[in-house]
């Protein structure tokens, strides 16, 4: 039987479906041919909920209102890097049977662990933070505005306070089933930094771990790393 990546390294050899050759995937590529391979039980639903993915911006939506990855693609680019690094954690840990029977739900669970983050309702979950530009002066009273550097955006405050966690496992359940498993790991997925930390405390489970972990790595140094070069 072929491993995860054995068929995720096959596929990338692969001209995508508008017949193109391309040496490279873009981020959107690699998270649809990774989806619909692990999603392999239900690829109608997930066919569905990559269209919803589109319709809701997940590939052009910021990641952070301030913090990591936060500029336009940051999300869909921060939940490949959950992806590539959970699979490395999978496979550090557990050995076969237990590699091949995970890696799916490893998958999906770091791929969409954010979705929520794109909003709910048509509400985007982050708007531009516009602030003010300098000051009016007698020789130009017009008072100017811009998108402010240090925090590009803010939490969109037509929308009702939801944890995003719980955003996710909503839009997600609206297109494929999860798993308890998979439901718990995202739910839970901010784990002592998140609004739900009461409730995860000695609970965890392994599949939380591996999203929690990968999450927190990517987060906090891998992008972290990345925005200092």
């Given amino acids: 039987m072929q491993s995860i990546d054995e068929r995720i390294e096959k596929e990338a050899q692969l001209p995508w479906n508008d017949g193109v050759e391309q040496e490279k995937y873009t ?71 237990y590699y091949t029977k995970w890696a799916d739900s490893v998958i999906i669970c770091a791929l969409l662990h954010d979705i929520g983050k794109c909003g709910q309702f048509q509400k985007p979950g982050y708007v531009p933070n516009i602030i003010k530009d300098g000051r009016p ?8 505005y811009k998108q402010s550097e240090d925090k590009p955006y803010k939490v969109n ?41 009461r409730e995860i405390n000695g609970k965890e489970t392994a599949l939380y771990m591996i999203l929690h972990f990968a999450d927190m790595w990517c987060s906090r140094i891998v992008e972290e790393e990345e925005e200092e070069e």
């Fill in 137 to 144: 002066t007698k020789a130009d009273p017009v008072q100017k």
């Fill in 27 to 97: 981020i959107k590529n690699q998270i649809e041919e990774l989806l619909l391979l692990a999603g392999n039980e239900d690829p109608e639903g997930i066919r569905r909920l990559l269209r919803h993915m589109e319709d809701i911006g997940f590939y052009e939506a910021p990641c952070s209102a301030g913090n990591h990855l936060s500029k336009p693609g940051g999300l869909a680019e921060h939940s490949l890097n959950v992806a590539h690094y959970a699979m490395k954690l999978l496979k550090a840990w557990y050995e076969e049977p």
């Fill in 157 to 197: 405050p037509d929308l009702l306070n939801v944890p995003h966690e719980i955003r996710s496992v909503t839009i997600i359940t609206e297109y494929i089933a999860l798993t308890e498993e998979e439901y718990h790991a995202i739910l839970y997925h901010n784990g002592l930094y998140g609004p739900l930390y």
